[in-house]
């Protein structure tokens, strides 16, 4: 067992339910997004570090313009992490666009997933098709994904 999976173990609460927000904000992070050492990628890689203490997964998808977030864990640990983020200076406009309770999580292996919708294997979510044969996503992950795409292609 891994050091990550030990975390969300410590954290899941078996047998309680997931809780799970989704959020959008504009960024205020100049320079390039498109490197793991750009502003955003070490946002993103220390994020990635937290969520994995915190016992929280979820995916984060960046246009350049703006972050659309899927948290998913315990109630507590995801409540407070978003209240820290609606602080952070980093973005303007948090805008929580739903948050409920779910059986199991969407996103069990991503601590924070950045989405690239130019990904090759992702094209299906940047036209709205469904994901292609053979695809490892859960209904709850293709849900999320969907959202969060929307979330960043109708800003305001």
């Not at 016992?55 to 350049?64: K, R």
């Not at 709205?128 to 849900?143: E, N, Q, S, V």
């Amino acid at each position: 067992m891994t050091e990550s999976d030990e975390a969300l173990l410590a954290h899941s609460g078996a047998g309680q339910p997931v809780h799970v927000l989704c959020y959008r904000s504009r960024s205020l992070i100049e320079g390039p997004a498109d490197r793991e050492t750009s502003p955003v990628g070490r946002l993103i890689a220390r994020a990635a570090a937290k969520n994995q203490r915190l016992g929280i997964t979820g995916a984060l998808l960046f246009d350049g313009g703006y972050f659309a977030q899927t948290l998913e864990g315990d109630r507590q640990a995801v409540q407070a992490l978003f209240a820290e983020i609606e602080r952070d200076p980093r973005h303007t406009d948090v805008l929580l666009a739903w948050e409920l309770d779910r059986e199991t999580r969407a996103f069990p292996d991503w601590g924070v997933c950045r989405i690239d919708l130019l990904r090759p294997d992702l094209r299906w979510l940047a036209r709205d098709h469904a994901p292609p044969p053979g695809h490892t996503y859960t209904d709850g992950a293709i849900h999320d994904l969907r959202s969060m795409r929307l979330l960043v292609s109708v800003p305001g």
